[in-house]
């Protein structure tokens, strides 16, 4: 079956720090990657998308992720974490033969500590 | 501001209700999609619409839910007999035609149902 997974429930990091959140994925073909952030009690906001070329995607506010097809990985990361990054963190994978439809991730709760 | 928007926001519901929730897309975008969120989940497809044709359903659409798309712009999600297992949020995407393209989400309605 197709699917995403993130292994993480929740990542705490300090503010200042680099952080991380994880994301691999199970698909047969070629996978279009994305990332989404839901602050609470609002939709889900788009950061970044990986759909082919550069493995390395800069995204909004600083985030990017990389693709690493032999890891069948799409980690999400940025440099130096904010509090305001606080949110919960959606991996989502469009298969590209199949449909359109976005396949998430079960989110990673994001807690950044001052 | 031009990205989605839905309503309401909130709606509670006795058991046994219908309900019905509206999406406004994109105005330049043909595709609109419909998502569930149920609480530390991550949103699932329900169906989704290029112009005014329904070109997927979810087998998690039962068929006590209906969505329609009728001239192609806004789109509304119907639920019949409402069951408390419908208490979700409810969100809305919009895009391009091409599966390579950004789905925006709005804000969501959250669905209470008693």
């Known amino acids: 079956a197709q699917s995403v997974a993130q292994p993480e429930d929740q990542v705490n990091v300090a503010e200042g720090n680099p952080l991380t959140v994880k994301c691999t994925y199970s698909?047969?073909?070629?996978?279009?990657l994305f990332w989404y952030v839901q602050y609470p009690n609002r939709g889900l906001q788009f950061l970044l998308k990986y759909i082919t070329g550069d493995n390395l995607v800069k995204g909004s506010y600083g985030f990017e992720a990389e693709f690493n097809k032999s890891q069948t990985s799409f980690h999400l990361k940025k440099p130096s974490a904010l509090v305001s990054d606080s949110a919960l963190y959606f991996c989502?994978?469009?298969?590209?033969?199949?449909?359109?439809?976005?396949?998430f991730g079960t989110g990673t709760r994001l807690q950044v500590f001052p | 501001d031009t990205g989605v928007s839905q309503n309401p926001r909130h709606k509670i519901t006795k058991r046994g209700q219908n309900v019905t929730f509206r999406c406004d897309p994109i105005?330049?975008?043909?595709?609109l999609y419909w998502y569930r969120q149920t609480l530390g989940q991550g949103p699932e497809f329900l169906t989704y619409f290029q112009n005014e044709a329904q070109l997927e359903k979810s087998r998690l659409l039962s068929d006590r839910f209906s969505a329609e798309r009728p001239k192609g712009s806004f789109s509304t999600l119907e639920i019949q007999r409402t069951e408390q297992g419908d208490s979700a949020m409810y969100l809305c995407?919009?895009?391009?035609?091409?599966?390579?393209?950004?789905?925006?989400f709005g804000p969501g309605t959250r669905l209470t149902v008693l």
């Open positions: 105005s330049e975008h043909n595709r």
């Open positions: 995407a919009s895009s391009l035609v091409v599966s390579t393209d950004t789905q925006y």
């Open positions: 989502a994978v469009i298969i590209s033969y199949n449909t359109d439809k976005l396949i």
């Open positions: 698909v047969s073909g070629n996978p279009y």
